[in-house]
């Protein structure tokens, strides 16, 4: 059950992924797709898309110590907004209503998240940092969609490899790595323009 934004914290769910949103499919491709289309073009809905916005500003300001991220037209017409502490989440929102009085925060739902998204920022840039001479490169990384973990690309050895990513777990504690295979970044940039 999802936390309503004046909910309590009992049976409060984990944060929703990314992925399960849909984010990026194409309108009415599938349960996630974008809402409506604007000329065409696929888009959120005006009164999402603002409290999203709204949210999103809060989370990555005063409420960095929560925020983990944040979902639009999940389901349509609200935000579901991922944080690590449901009370400082429903003060996050007030402060997004504080600070855009069109928005209603209670088009939000509050689901509990593993870990911050500046947390798992600097989990990431730990091991972007520290990977070298571990036996396998690092491409790329990033925080898992549901903020309980950090993905790292790598070779497919590199992925397969119990013993690297334990050291990328050293690196990154305490969060969590998730391995999977990537690209080189110049690898991928040698095929633009």
Partial sequence: MRQEAGGGTAGAEPCPGLAESGAG???????????TTIDGTPANTPEAQRLG????????????DVYAGHITDQPVGRVALCVTDLERGRKLLA?????DPSVDPRRADLYLARYTARTLAAAVEKVLRGSEGLGHPVYDGSASSDASAIVIGTTAEGAASARFKERLERLAAPVPVVLRKGEPVNELMEGQG
Avoid: L
């Fill in 53 to 64: 916005q709204a949210v999103g500003d809060q989370g990555y300001g005063a409420f960095a």
């Fill in 25 to 35: 499919a194409e309108p009415g491709s599938g349960p996630g797709a974008a809402p």
């Fill in 95 to 99: 402060a997004a209503r504080q600070a």
